[in-house]
């Protein structure tokens, strides 16, 4: 290993044991990197990665609402401003139980390389909170959001901070954070993306990501000459990412054969078509209930409770879309002995560092998330830019928009890769092709 990238790394480690995703994350990204710091002194010179890995700045605070029965509930806020050499900070806020700043380290740290890599002038942030919206009425939802946007508002701006969704978050709460902001502040700053289509939000936003990750998948398959036409396709969540992303395969010609949520994951060998994405979409978005539900509708469609999609049927593509570190080296195993040939992913770092390991040695094309799932950021991007001019850009033109950027992304991934001496390994090239840009510019920046 690079001695520079190992003392960085010793450094991070004995400073904070126990931010575990957010080491695993630093760990990748700095690993990729120790041919470039071989090749380049600058970066040591100006300790440009003991610089990247500390957010510029970190917001904790309380949120306190009120319950339907009255009781007040407190939860943990945050708001992990990581860096913002090239634009704005820029990133999702995550509602789930899990939260802590360990994780929203990793997703920010994640995001500098990935806003990197669409090309548009966007910075790297993260933020949320432990609230868990499972089981909350719509009036719980509200209360929170605006409880957490009535401290959130003093760091975010148009040109400062943009937050948008992530896990639990989607266009209610994003409504409900937009509107709180409103109040308090007396404009109409558009300070989120992911914003309803009334009120300043882009067509095709909440297709963007699992539309990106699949175009990014056919961009791989592309160097291989193949397409999804007559693949079989494996996807794990039911959320926005994985919704969309079934929509993409599709109608590309592949056969989607799983969902899946944190309960338990539907298999469906006769393909999940229109009709029944349909049925997910009312059952995720509007009823908010179990994915059970779809082998209850569906003859043929079976549930395999507390399971993962991984290995339970052969399957040619793979998108996890549900959360970190859903697949592991056995997982990763069994899907390459099931003939797995690509995995594109629409979750932040759903493999876990040894399955990333047996990918990379079963010549599986695997796309990275901070490249493969880039396509919800830039087209946040795009929306950024529709507000600040002040008008609407077509279906057409956003989504042409999004596909070319998803394929200068696997452009610069691959023609990185290949620099390195490393051709093929698309985490070298997400890393080391979202890193330059960053780190020259915090060069040319100062200290
Ligand atoms: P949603 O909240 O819409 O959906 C998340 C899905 O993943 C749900 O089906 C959920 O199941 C499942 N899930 C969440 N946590 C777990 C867990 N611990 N174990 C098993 N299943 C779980 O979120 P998104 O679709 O927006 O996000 C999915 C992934 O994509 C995340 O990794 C996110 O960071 C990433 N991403 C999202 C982008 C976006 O634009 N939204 C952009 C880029 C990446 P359940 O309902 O049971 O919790
Ligand atoms: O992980 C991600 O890239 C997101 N959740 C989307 C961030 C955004 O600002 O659109």
Request: hydrophobic share 35%; glycine share 12%.
């Amino acid at each position: 290993m690079n001695a520079y990238v190992a003392k960085v790394l010793n450094q991070l480690k004995s400073n904070q044991p126990w931010e575990k995703e957010f080491l695993q994350a630093a760990e990748e990204v700095l690993e990729s990197l120790g041919g470039l710091m071989d090749r380049e002194s600058k970066y040591e010179k100006y300790s440009i990665l003991e610089r990247i890995t500390v957010p510029e700045r970190t917001i904790l605070f309380r949120v306190s609402w009120l319950d339907d029965a009255g009781n007040v509930q407190v939860n943990n806020g945050y708001r992990v401003e990581f860096n913002s050499a090239i634009g704005p900070y820029k990133g999702g806020l995550r509602l789930h139980p899990s939260v802590n700043l360990g994780i929203l380290k990793f997703l920010g740290f994640e995001q500098i390389f990935k806003n990197s890599l669409t090309g548009l002038p966007m910075g790297g942030g993260k933020g949320g909170s432990n609230f868990d919206p499972k089981g909350k009425s719509d009036n719980e939802v509200m209360k929170f959001c605006q409880a957490f946007m009535n401290e959130l508002y003093r760091h975010i701006g148009a040109n400062t901070d943009v937050p948008a969704g992530d896990i639990g978050v989607g266009g209610r709460e994003i409504g409900y954070l937009q509107g709180q902001y409103r109040k308090i502040t007396n404009t109409s700053e558009c300070v989120l993306t992911g914003k309803g289509l009334n009120w300043g939000g882009s067509l095709i936003r909440p297709e963007a990501t699992g539309y990106g990750a699949t175009y990014f998948a056919e961009e791989m398959l592309k160097t291989r000459g193949e397409s999804f036409a007559g693949k079989t396709v494996l996807i794990s969540g039911s959320g926005n990412v994985a919704q969309f992303a079934a929509r993409k395969v599709v109608e590309l010609g592949g056969k989607v054969v799983s969902l899946s949520d944190s309960s338990g994951t539907i298999i469906d060998k006769d393909g999940i078509d229109e009709e029944k994405l349909q049925f997910v979409m009312e059952l995720k978005n509007v009823r908010r209930g179990r994915i059970k539900e779809y082998a209850d509708k569906f003859t043929g469609a079976e549930y395999l409770e507390d399971k993962r999609p991984w290995g339970a049927v052969s399957a040619e593509v793979v998108l996890p879309s549900a959360t970190q570190n859903e697949i592991d080296e056995d997982d990763a195993k069994a899907l390459v002995s099931n003939g797995c040939v690509c995995v594109s992913e629409g979750a932040n770092m759903p493999s876990m560092p040894e399955a990333v390991e047996v990918f990379l040695a079963g010549n599986v094309l695997y796309g990275p998330g901070k490249a493969a799932n880039a396509g919800g950021v830039a087209v946040s991007g795009l929306e950024m830019s529709q507000n600040a001019m002040r008008l609407n850009w077509t279906a057409e033109k956003v989504d042409s928009e999004l596909k070319n950027i998803m394929t200068n992304i696997h452009t610069a991934c691959f023609e990185a890769a290949e620099e390195n001496g490393t051709p093929g390994n698309y985490v070298n090239g997400s890393n080391i092709a979202g890193f330059r840009k960053v780190a020259d510019s915090m060069i040319d920046l100062g200290v």
